[in-house]
């Protein structure tokens, strides 16, 4: 375990991992709407849900090819997140940085 206190060790870890898995089921969320919503739609929920995750989208259009369409291309930037999380819980549990439980027993 590092130097590090608990209470900071925890927030390093649980922060990032937060707001990765609002992003995740916002996109998620995204999907579903935009089967019942059309593109140019103009309700509140389908044009608060596009702003959020556009940046997610555009990203994900980098490293997909343009022949995706805009739907599918949702369901990869979710993809895309989740590995991210992945990635950043094998990097902490490596590096042992992940928070434990005060006071659990050691394995």
Do not use: C
Not at 29 to 36: D, N, Y
Not at 40 to 66: G, L, N, Y
Not at 85 to 90: A, D, E, G, I, K
């Amino acid at each position: 375990m590092a130097d590090v206190d608990s209470q900071g060790l925890f927030w390093l870890y649980q922060a990032p991992n937060l707001v990765l898995a609002a992003l995740m089921y916002t996109l998620l969320g995204r999907f579903i709407l935009s089967l019942v919503f059309a593109d140019e739609s103009d309700k509140v929920i389908w044009r608060t849900f596009r702003q959020i995750t556009q940046p997610a989208i555009e990203a994900a259009r980098i490293v997909t090819p343009a022949a995706v369409h805009e739907r599918i291309l949702v369901l990869l930037a979710f993809v895309w997140v989740l590995f991210m999380r992945m990635l950043m819980f094998v990097g902490f549990a490596a590096a042992g940085w992940l928070p434990t439980i005060v006071g659990a027993p050691g394995p």
